[in-house]
């Protein structure tokens, strides 16, 4: 009974999109658990777990999101989300209660389908399969976070004027390979003189200013829609360089 409780609380952390971050990783996974072997099973087990069920609120917000972009189509996510989210808590029972008893059929369906897989795992690759739960949860909050953030329209960090640089000229070098391309482009860097870096210097320093007011905007909106978890934290003045200190 300890494995299966164990084994269900594995397949419900990591669902599909934990065997989409697991494909690929050959025999041995990278940092905390270099030391673990992984087995040939690893990968191809995690690839027929099924996609956990969207709960009801996120059923409504998916199937509202391209309505309400499709009539306002200039007005930003969080606008939508925050008025999306408004309209969810202003439904009638009655309505709600079809987005939640579709959540409940698809949640019972999903354990049916997981217990059927857990019956063809030994106990063996179950230790093993808990093993890596640690950097498969860490990976996996990480990608929602970063596909969260871009949803909501997190301003691009700044770039580095040698980043800048290597953007402008990627696309130009005539290698082949991207990474005789960067090579290339590194040593290009590296002859320019001091007067040509500084026009990339200057870019970089503009780049920081637009971020600094992009960002103070975004996190007042975030604020506004209650999501303060988002806004950064001990934030000072723009100094005169253009960087923010923390």
Known sequence: MALIRSMWGVLSALGRSG???????????????????????????????????????LRFSKEQLPIYKA???????????????????????????????????????????????????????????????MQKRLKKKSLIKKRELTMLGKPKRPRSAYNIF????????????SQAKLK????N????????????FQLAKDDKIRYHNEIKSWEEQMIEVGRADLVRRHVKRLPKDGTEEF
């Open 19 to 57: 065997a989409e971050l697991c494909a690929g990783c050959g025999s041995r996974l990278r940092s905390p658990f270099s030391f673990v072997y992984v087995p040939k099973w690893f990968s191809s087990a995690l690839a027929s777990y099924p996609k956990k069920p969207m709960t009801s609120y």
């Open 71 to 133: 009539r306002n189509p200039d007005a930003k996510n969080t606008e939508l989300i925050k008025k999306i989210a408004e309209v969810w808590r202003d439904l009638p029972d009655s309505e709600k209660k079809i987005y939640e008893d579709a959540y409940r059929a698809d949640w019972e369906a999903y354990k049916e389908e997981v217990n059927r897989i857990q019956e063809q795992l030994t106990p063996s690759q179950v230790l093993s399969l808990e093993k890596e739960i």
């Open 166 to 177: 290597v953007a402008e000229r990627f696309q130009e070098a005539k290698d082949s390979s």
């Open 184 to 187: 290339s482009i590194n040593e």
């Open 189 to 200: 860097w590296k002859n320019l003189s001091s007067s040509e870096k500084q026009v990339y």
